[in-house]
């Protein structure tokens, strides 16, 4: 049988081909870079937040100002946005207390932040408490803190940017009030414990999201315990004498009495609850695992620590940050039980000091960023004569100096956040031990001691490291904008060979074309003056070059803006002055009036 000869392709022709499917992927990858960093460039269309306040704007109370004839809304992290269609006349706040500063209304409408609540009556609407407003017939959740828009995707907020910056966009909400309607019932709701919970006795909710199963009458804030002492009550951790929740997630436990939440001081990151009853910890809503309860915080101090740290005879366990979930090293060195914290985060069994510490690993320039935090458990290995003494507190709860035999030591409570990245310290000289025990010693004080070797470093042993990783973007990052910005100049340089800077409008058949993507043409018997302007760069070193076209009837064009040549660094005045001059030279032949504002 004859074997049937595959067809031979032209690898010339598929080579041109690849070539310029390549080229024109490039230039495209260019040019949506261009368009991209420009965008960002451009200065953005003046709100009162891109202003200078000072007598512009009347205060209406709470998160909104009045500016030039419209209503705009302070959103944190995201600056003013304008109310669209808000009745400057009529629009107040619902009420002036702090957590409903962010609710207004007008005679139309009411307002969550910038956004407008529909069917929602303006003239019955009340606020009840706990960030939850009413009109009589329906009751929302108008959160008093702004968080991330999660519904605000990366690609459509870089869309969205990227609209914005040439002026054709509105400007991209990545912060918002967050807000919910709530399900009607027989009974109205109201505001009950001290953290954003309402109930009408049939459903309850927190932070506008449905707590489920809840028995409403039984309904509390589980106590929360700090080092000093203190307990409060928790904004996270609710109980209802059947369920228990986190947030809006039921645990898988029974409420009881003993339940308490545990704040690590200085570690803000995760919440902690504890059962005594079973020996068990849930992280957020993360259980431990049960095979190795029961489980005891090892401190609840945090100044040396980047790890909540927990025991249990099976070894310490600690939540991961970074891979979320709850991790286990086996060697426990406090396995003994006999250890007790005679100061924040330093152990004693009578024989010997174990401590904590905390360190933090950072890259370089080829790749920075925060690579890891751990902390270490560490043995002190200086030589001990017998029993500890404590010779009195430093600056109030700073630190505190210990004695062992004749030998001083400066135990610090400051932490690594303070530069103080030693939990203890030999003391070297009497001086020194005066100086940390009176009573006007400020943390400046206790680094330059620090410092000047005036307080050493102690001998130990490293008997545990607790670590977390972080994954750092930044090193594909910096070679993606280093080649984005290369590709660029390229880009920009072969425009400039080739000649391509077009001016910034063009006269032709007798009218005035914009040169803008989004420009306009006018007769020339219309135009009466084309303004200038030459305003300071928005956020770069230098200034930019704006015209508008004024019409015989009176009307103005919107600014547009231009350089005198195709490049990403902004012009210097003196350029300005001169391509201008060239421009209005042009306009003189054509008998249109020009001014420089």
Not at 449 to 473: F, I
Request: charged share 20%; hydrophobic share 35%.
């Amino acid at each position: 049988m004859e074997k049937i000869q595959k067809p031979v392709l032209n690898k010339k022709i598929n080579a041109g081909v690849i070539k310029r499917v390549a080229i024109t992927v490039a230039v495209v990858a260019m040019l949506f870079s261009l368009i991209l960093i420009v965008s960002m460039l451009l200065p953005e269309a003046k709100g009162p937040g891109d202003v200078d306040l000072e007598g512009t704007t009347q205060d209406i109370g709470g998160i909104f100002v009045r500016y030039e004839n419209q209503i705009y809304a302070s959103v944190p992290s995201n600056g003013y946005y304008p109310i669209k269609g808000a009745d400057v006349s009529s629009f107040r706040l619902v009420d002036d207390g702090y957590r409903n500063r962010q609710f207004g209304v007008d005679k139309n409408h009411a307002y969550c932040g910038n956004l407008v609540i529909k069917d929602f009556n303006p003239a019955t609407a009340k606020a009840i408490g706990n960030d939850y407003f009413t009109d009589g017939k329906q009751t929302c959740y108008c959160a008093s803190m702004s968080t991330k828009n999660e519904a605000l995707s990366v690609i459509s907020e870089l869309s969205q940017r990227m609209r914005y910056g040439f002026g054709i966009g509105e400007k991209p909400q990545t912060y918002i009030y967050p807000f919910s309607r709530l399900e009607a019932g027989a009974a109205p709701y109201r505001a009950i414990l001290k953290t954003e919970v309402v109930t009408n006795g049939t459903f309850s909710y927190y932070q506008g999201k449905l707590l489920p199963q809840t028995h409403a009458p039984g309904l509390r804030q589980i106590p929360k315990r700090y080092n000093d002492g203190d307990i409060r009550e928790s904004e996270l951790y609710l109980a209802d004498g059947q369920n228990v929740y986190y947030q809006n997630t039921r645990l898988p436990l029974q409420d009881h009495a003993d339940l308490y939440a545990i704040v690590i001081d200085a570690q803000n990151q995760e919440n902690y609850l504890i059962d005594p009853k079973q020996g068990m910890v849930y992280v957020n809503d993360i259980a431990f695992d049960k095979q190795y309860s029961p489980y005891q915080v090892l401190s609840l101090n945090g100044d040396h620590v980047y790890h909540a740290l927990f025991l249990s005879k099976d070894g310490i366990f600690y939540f991961d940050k970074e891979e979320k979930k709850v991790l286990r090293i086996r060697d426990n060195p406090f396995g003994s039980g006999k250890f007790k914290e005679i100061a924040p985060l330093v152990f004693s069994d009578g024989q010997q000091i174990l401590y904590t510490q905390a360190g933090q690993s950072w890259g370089n320039n080829k790749s920075p960023g925060l690579k890891s935090e751990s902390t270490y458990i560490n043995r002190l290995d200086e030589p001990v004569t017998g029993p500890w003494e404590k010779v009195g507190m430093v600056g109030g709860n700073s630190g505190s100096v210990w004695k062992n035999g004749n030998t001083y030591y400066y135990f610090d409570q400051l932490g690594d956040s303070q530069l103080i990245s030693q939990t203890i310290y030999r003391i070297t000289d009497q001086a020194t031990v005066d100086a940390l025990l009176l009573p006007e010693i400020r943390t400046d004080d206790i680094r330059k001691l620090v410092r000047t070797d005036h307080m050493a470093a102690v001998k130990h042993t490293e008997l545990v490291v607790v670590k977390t990783s972080y994954s750092s973007n930044y090193g594909w990052f910096m070679w993606v904008v280093i080649a984005i910005f290369a590709g660029v100049q390229l880009l920009l340089w072969i425009l400039r060979k080739l000649g391509v800077n077009p001016n910034p409008f063009t006269i032709k058949d007798k009218r005035l074309k914009v040169n803008s993507v989004f420009g306009s043409a006018y007769a020339l018997s219309d135009v009466d003056t084309v303004i200038f302007y030459i305003e300071a760069a928005a956020r770069q070193a230098g200034y930019t070059g704006r015209f508008q076209i004024q019409t015989k009837d009176g009307k103005l064009s919107r600014k547009y803006m231009f350089a005198t040549q195709i490049r990403l660094t902004a012009d210097t005045k003196q350029e300005l002055e001169l391509y201008i001059a060239e421009l209005q030279h042009m306009l003189n032949q054509y008998r249109i009036n020009s001014v420089v504002n």
